[in-house]
């Protein structure tokens, strides 16, 4: 494993000198931030909750290659990490938070996700909370098809799904054109429409692929925050504006009663969540909403519902510090985020 980076600007080079002095404040915890990549403001938004709670947080990350990606540069500290698909990815995570006394990992990437989820107890029996949901919820949210079904199965509106080789045999009859999804995608990758037959036979054969009916209307993200012993305390829909790579460029919060309805809905079925979640919908003109997408992690867009008050990363950081908690459900209506583009220099 490559040594570990320092971050460029002042950043201690020893680690002892930084623990030692937190352990003199009282009220310290060391998190990582894993598959940190380009999660500068997830990162900035945990710096703002620890220093409005008074501890000395100090900022880890973890990458495949941690000298390009801005949050492991902007962190205190960095670390080269395998694939998290790769069987080395468990031991090599858990190797750097027994060596640096890591007590809080945030995952960030769809692929992570269930390792983690798996290992949680791994973690654990190191005094290192994973802020990860159950294995089912997890693997559930990956699987496109399953995610169809559990909105199904839970009485949520969802658009009428079927996995691609099932509907080439004939098992369902759903009116083209049809929205193709990798089975297992994320980012909006491998994302198009079909047409005809021919299109779906010519879909990529090196990975599954769903056939999903084509929902029109306004795109909302909603952000879920769950305690420690699954409830749901919050959550926050934004309309997303504009979408640029699958990532919301410019939203804004936004309260609706129907959304709203769905959402606590959504969080009373999720059994076994955890943390930060968030769920896709999109609302037609006469107001029907339908949930197409969960993902078991902190949405790209979390940074807005942070600033309209929702602050998931404080109320992680207060529940594994033992403080009073202080999740709430009163956030701020019509907060716009616009996003631009920024640059490390190293």
């Known amino acids: 494993m490559d040594a570990p980076a320092t971050r460029h600007g002042g950043a201690s080079a020893s680690l002892g000198t930084d623990w030692e002095g937190a352990e003199r404040s009282g009220r310290s915890l060391r998190m990582m931030l894993s598959s940190a990549g380009r999660r500068v403001g997830l990162m900035r938004s945990f710096r703002e909750a620890g220093a409005a709670l008074g501890i000395d947080l100090m900022m880890f990350a973890s990458d495949l290659k941690p000298d390009w990606s801005p949050a492991c540069v902007e962190a205190d500290r960095s670390f080269a990490a395998p694939p998290a698909e790769s069987e080395g990815f468990i031991p090599a995570m858990l190797d750097i938070c027994r060596r640096e006394q890591i007590e809080l990992i945030v995952p960030t990437i769809d692929t992570e996700l269930i390792a983690y989820a798996h290992a949680r107890d791994q973690f654990a029996a190191i005094n290192c909370h994973v802020a990860v949901s159950d294995a089912a919820v997890v693997e559930m949210a990956r699987d496109k098809l399953a995610?169809?079904?559990?909105?199904?199965?839970?009485?949520?509106?969802?658009?009428?799904?079927?996995?691609?080789?099932?509907?080439?045999?004939?098992?369902?009859?759903?009116?083209?054109?049809?929205?193709?999804?990798?089975?297992?995608?994320?980012?909006?990758?491998?994302?198009?429409?079909?047409?005809?037959?021919?299109?779906?036979?010519?879909?990529?054969?090196?990975?599954?692929?769903?056939?999903?009916?084509?929902?029109?209307?306004?795109?909302?993200?909603?952000?879920?925050?769950?305690?420690?012993?699954?409830?749901?305390?919050?959550?926050?829909?934004?309309?997303?504006?504009?979408?640029?790579?699958?990532?919301?460029?410019?939203?804004?919060?936004?309260?609706?009663?129907?959304?709203?309805?769905?959402?606590?809905?959504?969080?009373?079925?999720?059994?076994?969540?955890?943390?930060?979640?968030?769920?896709?919908?999109?609302?037609?003109?006469?107001?029907?909403?339908?949930?197409?997408?969960?993902?078991?992690?902190?949405?790209?867009?979390?940074?807005?519902?942070?600033?309209?008050?929702?602050?998931?990363?404080?109320?992680?950081?207060?529940?594994?510090?033992?403080?009073?908690?202080?999740?709430?459900?009163?956030?701020?209506?019509?907060?716009?985020?616009?996003?631009?583009?920024?640059?490390?220099?190293?």
């Open 147 to 346: 995610t169809a079904q559990f909105l199904t199965g839970a009485g949520l509106p969802s658009p009428a799904t079927i996995a691609a080789e099932d509907y080439l045999a004939g098992s369902a009859d759903l009116p083209l054109p049809l929205l193709a999804k990798p089975r297992h995608g994320s980012s909006s990758r491998g994302i198009g429409m079909v047409y005809d037959r021919e299109e779906v036979a010519a879909l990529d054969d090196s990975e599954p692929y769903i056939l999903q009916q084509f929902l029109d209307g306004r795109e909302f993200t909603v952000s879920l925050y769950f305690d420690g012993e699954g409830r749901m305390q919050c959550a926050v829909p934004h309309e997303r504006l504009r979408v640029r790579a699958g990532e919301v460029e410019k939203g804004v919060t936004v309260r609706n009663a129907i959304i709203g309805e769905l959402a606590w809905r959504s969080g009373a079925a999720l059994q076994g969540a955890r943390g930060a979640l968030c769920f896709q919908l999109r609302m037609d003109a006469a107001g029907c909403a339908s949930i197409f997408e969960i993902n078991a992690r902190f949405g790209g867009g979390y940074p807005l519902a942070h600033r309209a008050g929702a602050r998931f990363a404080q109320w992680l950081l207060e529940e594994r510090l033992g403080l009073p908690l202080t999740a709430h459900d009163g956030w701020q209506d019509n907060v716009m985020m616009l996003r631009f583009d920024d640059a490390v220099f190293v």
